[in-house]
């Protein structure tokens, strides 16, 4: 209790204010030069950023709006006469509370300026994604990872705050003639508030890390399944290992913590397989940063198994910007090489054919091509990991296929009755036949 009321107190209200929002979704469009996106449209772009404001309870669009602009990272975004026509759009709209202008940050000059002549509050895409963060969260960690990606808003927030009470008090920002500002005592709070959030996420990382090594200890190859948000992770999951209580929701941001599922591959071998948290294109560097504590988990697997949502249009876009993720987290380069991608959905294409050589297609809903993907799977895991595949010959008297049991995955036994002997097929790792090898020498060996 002591623990919740400590992470309720760093994790504070939330910076968005109170739930229900009535919105406008606003779109630059960018429509030539260097800003101009390669793999999208703005129209692909704004139905993804209503896609987000849909997840969030209570939050009603009133207005989708694309904006021609030459010049988004200008103060106003937009030029002079596309401003003010976007202005007016947006004071008609009734009972607006506030605009989603659908660009990776604001500044705070920006958002002041904006909130000024539009007369609601204005959120970015960092702000908007970090609140269905904060909305999903389910465990402690992904709540301190939130309140962590939260500074840099709440120090946002408090320039903003400044400047207003300046302009109201006519400059005088002392504390009680304490000759400390506003600004400064804050900023003092706020360093402390992210010193206690770094800490209690690091002693959550050491746990972690002391669990991580007793899985190892066990031997489970670890199987990471990543991709874009809504991409069907969870419910291929769900299909590969059975697991009833795996809800999937058609939804981005359903899975924010990174969870465990026991599976089994053809050969009967015992997987760990990884839920992660999804990705989204132009997701915030400093967003990213807070969640890599979870992420980091990904660097510590064996497998990475990538799935793609091969029906949506920006599959390619999303495809580039999970691997860029995964190359700014420092993933071995041996995990991104090995690395199984998969095209889910694929029940949804007529006839579908892939133009990628070493893609699997499967459907996680139905359960096609899913034999195929642990095929697949348990090839690249014997590679990894170098356990073998081999039968051993062994004498049912003595405690050898009791130490098989424990030490290796026993798969099959053929009983020699006349002799009292057995073979026994077994997936074992190197350091454990090793050690079989000095406990029985006498026993044979097959190896396929």
């Not at 992904?142 to 903003?160: C, G, M």
């Not at 133009?355 to 697949?376: D, F, R, V």
Request: hydrophobic letters at 40%; aromatic letters at 6%; one cysteine or more.
């Amino acid at each position: 209790e002591e623990d919740e009321a400590e992470l309720e107190e760093l994790l504070g209200p939330s910076p968005l204010g109170p739930g229900a929002q009535r919105v406008a979704v606003v779109q630059p469009a960018v429509k030539w030069g260097p800003r101009k996106p390669l793999l999208t449209t703005a129209e692909l772009q704004i139905a993804e950023a209503a896609a987000l404001v849909d997840t969030l309870q209570n939050w009603i669009i009133l207005d989708k709006i694309i904006v021609p602009t030459k010049t988004p990272d200008k103060k106003f975004i937009f030029g002079k006469g596309n401003f003010q026509v976007l202005t007016e759009k947006i004071k008609k709209l009734p009972h607006l509370t506030a605009v989603f202008l659908n660009v990776e940050r604001i500044s705070s000059l920006t958002k002041k300026e904006l909130e000024d002549a539009w007369g609601v509050k204005v959120f970015d895409r960092y702000t908007v994604v970090l609140h269905i963060f904060r909305c999903n969260a389910r465990t402690k960690e992904a709540k301190l990872q939130i309140a962590l990606a939260e500074i840099p808003l709440l120090r946002s927030n408090l320039k903003n705050e400044v400047s207003q009470l300046d302009q109201q008090r006519g400059g005088s920002r002392y504390i009680m003639g304490s000759g400390k500002t506003f600004m400064e005592t804050q900023n003092r709070l706020l360093k402390e508030k992210e010193l206690k959030i770094r800490n209690a996420l690091e002693k959550l990382r050491r746990k972690r890390s002391i669990l991580r090594s007793q899985r190892k200890r066990r031997e489970f190859p670890i199987i990471s399944v990543m991709g874009y948000t809504n991409c069907g992770k969870t419910t291929l999951i769900k299909a590969l290992t059975g697991e009833a209580g795996l809800q999937p929701k058609d939804q981005l941001f359903a899975t924010l913590d990174i969870t465990a599922h026991a599976g089994y591959l053809p050969s009967h071998m015992t997987v760990i397989y990884v839920d992660t948290i999804g990705f989204l294109s132009d997701l915030p560097h400093n967003l990213v940063e807070s969640f890599s504590a979870t992420l980091e988990e990904v660097a510590y697997s064996d497998l990475i198994v990538h799935v793609r949502d091969i029906t949506h249009p920006e599959t390619v876009l999303q495809k580039a910007s999970v691997l860029s993720v995964l190359k700014n987290l420092n993933i071995p380069s041996h995990l991104l090489e090995s690395m199984v991608e998969v095209h889910n959905k694929v029940d949804l294409i007529e006839r579908y054919k892939s133009t990628e050589e070493n893609a699997l297609a499967i459907s996680a809903l139905h359960g096609h091509g899913l034999e195929e993907l642990k095929e697949e799977i348990e090839k690249r895991i014997l590679k990894t990991t170098g356990k073998k595949i081999l039968t051993v010959k062994i004498n049912l008297e003595g405690p050898q296929l009791s130490w098989l049991y424990k030490q290796a995955t026993v798969q099959d036994i053929e009983v020699a009755p006349d002799d009292g002997t057995a073979r026994v097929k077994v997936i074992i790792s190197n350091s454990a036949l090793g050690k079989y090898k000095k406990l029985f020498p006498n026993s044979k060996l097959f190896i396929p």
